[in-house]
């Protein structure tokens, strides 16, 4: 499903116009980019959390040679999908 799927189908859903369904779409997404960057958690109750998490240096090596190298500091998203979004995943529901 894309960015362009999710307005059209909130716009049959609630018969909003499809120009202010996709700005509110757009609007939404930048919320979140924007909340990420400044490295804050978003909790969506039902669907699941977004955490931004900090990685320290390390050693690690590289597969094709074995040579040892360093793997710098980083930030990395992590998905947490809700108790009741697994469940619907796992069973199949709708």
């Known amino acids: 499903m894309t960015k362009a799927d999710i307005v059209d189908v909130l716009c049959s859903k609630l018969e909003h116009p499809r120009k202010e369904t996709q700005e509110i779409i757009e ?24 955490v931004v998490r900090s990685k320290r240096s390390r050693v690690g090596r590289n597969p ?29 529901k709708k």
């Open 27 to 50: 609007a939404m997404f930048e919320m979140i980019k924007v909340e990420l960057e400044k490295g804050e958690s978003i909790k969506l109750p039902g669907f699941g959390n977004f």
């Open 64 to 92: 094709k040679t074995g040579e040892e190298m360093e793997i710098t500091a980083r930030q990395v998203l992590t998905f947490k999908p809700s108790t009741i979004l697994r469940n619907r995943v796992q069973n199949g």
